[in-house]
């Protein structure tokens, strides 16, 4: 019952916390959409970007606040259910009480009652013995009373046995009423008052389990729909808005626009000639990438199954980071991100020149972690590509039994190329060893499979022909669950899929 109380005083306050975020949120980007007005330069792509940037953060502090009135709904279901198992918890022992009264008012009363029959029992005892001229002890009141004459002594010895046998009777009458409460109370009532009330404590822990679900449920539908506001897939997210901004384009317009005020100036400077350098020469200033080719291009070029950028950060996350906590789920610091992934770029054939063991690595592995992951996400192909995405999911999605989808997922694996297939399996053997560092780094399949399932699964909403792009977003919304569960069964099944 305290539990129930608690949680429900957890979700008031962190209703309390969403709430004030989220409307700090919408002030915040209602007043820079304002100062974004009244600026002299309203076009442009920066300014448009900026302002859809404000937007985005304006529907999230909505969602926000939505997400604090589900809070709230669901902590005030919960007070409502302590409040009416108190109740019922109440009724159940006042009933238990009243009981136990009725219980111990027969026993009082059975001792009254006992009292009076060893009374007038001993009176009748003494009246016999004095009746029979036997020697009795005498009180200090009848010191100095007369003696009785034999028909006095046998009048007081009937009236006595008289006595006694309405004491008896009395007696016997309140014993086998006591005896019948007590036995009612031990048989009926209390076994009773026992079951009503683990029933009373079963039903609140059904209701806890409930309402703590939904409230699950409600913060993975807030987690979702920020996500969804803030990388979508119609080109409005965030990431998307910036590579929209067009500076030099921007430059250009505002430089058109003042044309009009600006007296012509004649042109009297020598144009610049570029020079123009060999195709030799263009290959030494721009190296192979890494990002952004192709699993098969790679191999191609390399001869290895296996891209190098994947062997390294993989074993210097063996080395320096199986026990750091929260491993994978952690962001490193972009700048050194962006480091690594030029480092990468431009290291041409040999991905060798990446120094993992230099302390700047060593000192944050979440670095080379973001930038592993980094590598997945701008694979023009997914690891699990976009044509096999329709068959993992219906897979997932269809086979209920574990032993046929793990065999179906076996049977889809084979079919991929030899660098997808050496890349996956590679990858599932290094996460298969994070996650049996669990104890340490907090990382178990379920964590590892929700971080990578939209990173390493395809799809193909692309396609016009699968509907518009708000059916599409929806479509992918409602499978994510089935790519993180296809990541899971791969994880967790990995001896047997690559057996």
């Not at 007081?156 to 005896?179: F, M, P, V």
């Not at 320096?320 to 994978?328: A, C, E, V």
């Amino acid at each position: 019952m305290q539990t129930v109380k608690d949680i429900s005083f957890f979700l008031k306050k962190r209703a309390l916390i969403e709430e004030e975020y989220g409307r700090q949120m919408i002030k915040l980007t209602q007043t820079m959409s304002e100062t974004v007005d009244k600026a002299p330069l309203r076009t442009g792509t920066l300014s448009d970007s900026w302002s859809s940037y404000l937007k985005v953060h304006e529907k999230v502090g909505e969602n926000r606040v939505r997400f604090s009135q589900d809070i709230v709904d669901i902590s005030d279901d919960l007070l409502f259910l302590h409040r009416d198992t108190e109740k019922e918890r109440k009724q159940i022992k006042d009933l238990g009480i009243k009981h136990e009264k009725l219980l111990g008012d027969a026993d009082i009363a059975l001792e009254k009652v006992k009292q009076r029959y060893d009374q007038m029992s001993e009176e009748w005892e003494k009246a016999i013995l004095q009746k029979n001229g036997e020697t009795v002890a005498v009180t200090k009141k009848a010191i100095f009373k007369s003696n009785k004459t034999q028909a006095q002594l046998g009048k007081i010895e009937e009236e006595a046995r008289t006595k006694a046998g309405i004491a008896d009777q009395a007696y016997r009458h309140q014993l086998k009423l006591t005896n019948q409460s007590r036995n009612e109370y031990y048989t009926v009532h209390l076994p009773k008052i026992i079951t009503d009330l683990k029933a009373v404590g079963d039903e609140c822990c059904v209701a806890m389990r409930y309402q703590l679900a939904r409230y699950a449920y409600r913060f993975e539908q807030a987690l979702v729909s920020d996500g969804m506001e803030i990388d979508p897939e119609d080109g409005d997210g965030l990431r998307s808005l910036a590579e929209k901004i067009d500076h030099v384009g921007d430059l250009n317009g505002y430089i058109q626009s003042c044309q009009a005020r600006v007296a012509k100036v004649q042109k009297l400077d020598i144009p610049f000639r570029e020079y123009s350098m060999s195709a030799s020469a263009l290959q030494v200033l721009n190296p192979n990438p890494v990002f952004g080719v192709s699993l098969d291009e790679l191999m191609e070029r390399t001869g290895a199954e296996v891209p190098l950028i994947v062997l390294k950060c993989t074993a210097a996350v063996e080395l320096y980071g199986l026990h750091s906590t929260g491993i994978y789920r952690l962001s490193g610091t972009n700048s050194q991100i962006l480091k690594l992934k030029t480092a990468f770029d431009r290291g041409n054939l040999d991905a060798n020149a990446v120094d993992f063991n230099s302390e700047e690595y060593m000192c944050d592995v979440n670095n080379i972690t973001s930038v592993l992951k980094l590598w997945f996400r701008e694979l023009p192909d997914p690891l699990l590509p976009r044509h096999m995405y329709n068959d993992f999911i219906s897979k997932a999605i269809e086979i209920g039994d574990e032993r046929k989808r793990v065999l179906a997922f076996h049977t889809l694996i084979n079919e991929l190329s030899d660098a997808h297939y050496s890349t996956l399996k590679h990858l599932m053997c290094h996460l298969n060893k994070i996650q049996a560092n669990e104890e340490h780094n907090r990382m178990g399949i379920s964590n590892l499979a929700t971080i990578f399932g939209l990173t390493l699964m395809g799809n193909d909403t692309d396609d016009p022909r699968q509907g518009s792009p708000t059916e599409q977003d929806n479509r992918r919304l409602a499978e994510m669950q089935y790519n993180v569960c296809v990541v899971h069964t791969i994880l967790e099944y990995y001896d047997l899929i690559f057996e």
